[in-house]
C-alpha cells in the first residue's frame, strides 16, 4: 500500500518540524554533474526529488528561515546570489504531482516547503 497522502489538505506551509522530518527521510546521490536531493514530503508522505545543478539556475521557494522567525523567499539565478545562510541548505518543496483538497485550480502539490542540508 503507498503511503502518499491524498487527503492531506492543500497548505502553503513551513516549520523547523516540517524541515527535520524531510531531512530524517533525505537521500543525497552526488553525480559529476549534478546532486539530486530525495525525500519523503512531511506533510503528504509522497516520495520528492529535486536536482540542483552546482553553479546552475534556482528559483524562487518560502522557506522557514534558520536564522529568523518569518518566512523568507529566496529567489536567485545563480549559486553566487544565494544568501549565505542558505549556503549549507537546499529549499525544496512538494511536487509530487497530486492534486490536494483545497488546491487552487491547476496546483499540485500540498504545499508544503522545507530545506535539507547539502
Request: hydrophobic letters at 35%; aromatic letters at 6%; glycine letters at 6%.
Amino acid at each position: 500500500m503507498p503511503d502518499h497522502d491524498l487527503d492531506a489538505r492543500y497548505l502553503l506551509q513551513t516549520s523547523s518540524e516540517i524541515n527535520a522530518e524531510a531531512t530524517r527521510t533525505l537521500v543525497v546521490d552526488r553525480r559529476k554533474d549534478e546532486v539530486i536531493y530525495r525525500v519523503k514530503c512531511p506533510v503528504c508522505r509522497e516520495a520528492v526529488a529535486a536536482v540542483e545543478y552546482p553553479g546552475g539556475t534556482y528559483r524562487a521557494i518560502a522557506v522557514d528561515d534558520p536564522l529568523g522567525d518569518r518566512d523568507t523567499m529566496i529567489t536567485v539565478a545563480s549559486e553566487d546570489e544565494v544568501p549565505d545562510r542558505f549556503k549549507a541548505v537546499v529549499p525544496m518543496a512538494c511536487g509530487c504531482g497530486s492534486m490536494h483538497p483545497k488546491s487552487p485550480e491547476g496546483t499540485t502539490g500540498c504545499g508544503a516547503t522545507w530545506l535539507v542540508p547539502r
